[in-house]
């Protein structure tokens, strides 16, 4: 088993930045890759980015690509997403997710977190 924990959510206006961490613990070998998902209230959860082990593979939805960052440190057993230019329809929790098989976009993970709020005003 591997339990996920988000940390980094919080309040922050148009333009700024904010970034979430994902601590792993557990059957870490199982987090071949590390995703983060998001879900705005009344919408389903989305696919924002995920990486692989090594980083040599990364995917972003359209919606971020340039704004945002995927990265990790395994001997930390911690993933990363940095947001930058953050809009008001960023707002959601965001999820993070991981598995020992390549994912991508797919909602299939074997493993999540609880989620952290991210809240953008206008």
């Known amino acids: 088993q591997v339990q996920l924990v988000e940390s980094g959510g919080g309040f922050v206006q148009t333009g700024g930045s904010l970034t979430l961490s994902c601590a792993a613990s557990g059957r870490t070998s199982d987090t071949y890759t590390v995703a983060w998902f998001r879900q705005a209230p009344g919408k389903e959860r989305e696919f924002v980015a995920a990486?692989?082990?090594?980083?040599?593979?990364?995917e972003y939805t359209d919606s971020v690509k340039g704004r945002f960052a995927i990265s990790r440190d395994n001997a930390k057993n911690t993933g990363y997403l940095q947001m930058n230019s953050l809009k008001p329809e960023d707002s959601a929790v965001y999820y993070c997710?991981?598995?020992?098989?390549?994912?991508?976009?797919?909602?299939?993970?074997?493993?999540w977190g609880q989620g952290t709020q991210v809240t953008v005003s206008s």
């Open positions: 997710a991981a598995d020992s098989f390549y994912r991508g976009s797919l909602p299939s993970y074997a493993y």
């Open positions: 990486i692989t082990r090594s980083g040599s593979r990364t």
